[in-house]
């Protein structure tokens, strides 16, 4: 069995314990599908990534992303974290911004003082939900009906749904029935109020019934997802913060930004193992 270098690195947060992990192998070239889903699963970590040469000659690495169910086409937290463990790995980019080959084709990261943020893809589909699968969303969230102020698809290509609730404190207060959503990636979010502080202007929280992580602590595609659809109906500035992970005693921040018809989606990333794996 081959021994591969390995990072565990924390997403979205400066507090190493406070974002959300990802395990990360590098060099993996050597590791068959079926591994790689057997090891995800014992992680039982929201995601698992694995960095191989690019296929496609604009990349400067191809990451596969696996949760303990599935392989994902795109996830955000582990396209800013497989790129911080690649660029810790000595990843040397081809030009100014790095490419990350993926599920979904090609994905731009750029490096800033802020930190790593990549751009969102578009959606793939944003528009409302049928009543009988919102109402069956609601019932398995135990919201009540006005505390719902929209309810979408915000899909982009990793089969987000999203709810907007009505406040921050109504976001908090979910204690999902995991039996209704079944099958369902649920995200909810809903505005800080004044009393809430400044340091961020949504909250959200995201929801994968059967998963071995069923809350996310910090998820880049759904905000990603959600940001498209507050940006196009002007509901949001064009560079904001979204807190998530609080409901679970984390401190994730998302960082928003529109640049003309760019919208990146960046955190903080934090190596916090580092070693070798064998597998």
């Given amino acids: 069995m081959p021994t591969l270098p390995f990072q565990q690195v924390n997403v979205f947060s400066r507090d190493p314990l406070r974002g959300n992990p990802l395990a990360v192998v590098l060099d993996a070239e050597s590791i068959d599908d079926t591994r790689m889903a057997a090891f995800a699963h014992w992680t039982n970590l929201s995601e698992t990534t694995f960095l191989l040469p690019p296929t496609d000659p604009q990349a400067d690495y191809r990451v596969r992303i696996f949760t303990t169910l599935e392989e994902l086409p795109f996830a955000g937290h582990p396209t800013l974290g497989s790129c911080h463990a690649w660029l810790a790995h000595g990843g ?4 100014e911004e790095i490419v990350q080959e993926c599920g979904i084709g090609l994905v ?12 969102a893809p578009p ?5 409302a939900l049928a009543p009988d699968l919102r109402e069956q969303v609601r ?4 919201v009540a009906t006005q505390d719902v102020v929209d309810a979408r698809w915000a899909d982009n290509g990793t089969g987000w749904l999203a709810l907007r609730l009505r406040d921050r404190a109504a976001v908090l207060a979910i204690q999902p029935d995991y039996a209704q959503l079944q099958g369902l990636k649920v995200g909810v979010f809903g505005p800080w109020q004044a009393d809430d502080g400044d340091e961020a ?13 069923p809350e996310d602590p910090a998820t880049g595609s759904l905000n ?8 196009s109906t002007g509901e949001a500035p064009e560079r904001y913060v979204i807190s998530q992970g609080t ?9 928003v930004e529109r640049v003309g018809e760019a919208l990146w989606i ?7 193992i580092e070693g070798q794996v064998t597998l």
């Fill in 224 to 231: 990603a997802g959600i940001a498209r659809w507050l940006l």
């Fill in 266 to 272: 960046g955190g903080d990333c934090v190596t916090c």
């Fill in 92 to 95: 040397v980019p081809k030009g």
């Fill in 247 to 255: 409901a679970m005693g984390r401190a994730g921040r998302l960082r």
């Fill in 139 to 142: 019932r398995g969230l135990g």
């Fill in 201 to 213: 202007q949504y909250e959200s929280r995201a929801f994968i019934a059967g998963d071995g992580a």
């Fill in 123 to 127: 959606l793939l589909r944003g528009d």
């Fill in 108 to 119: 731009r990261i750029r490096r800033s003082a802020a930190g790593l943020a990549f751009l």
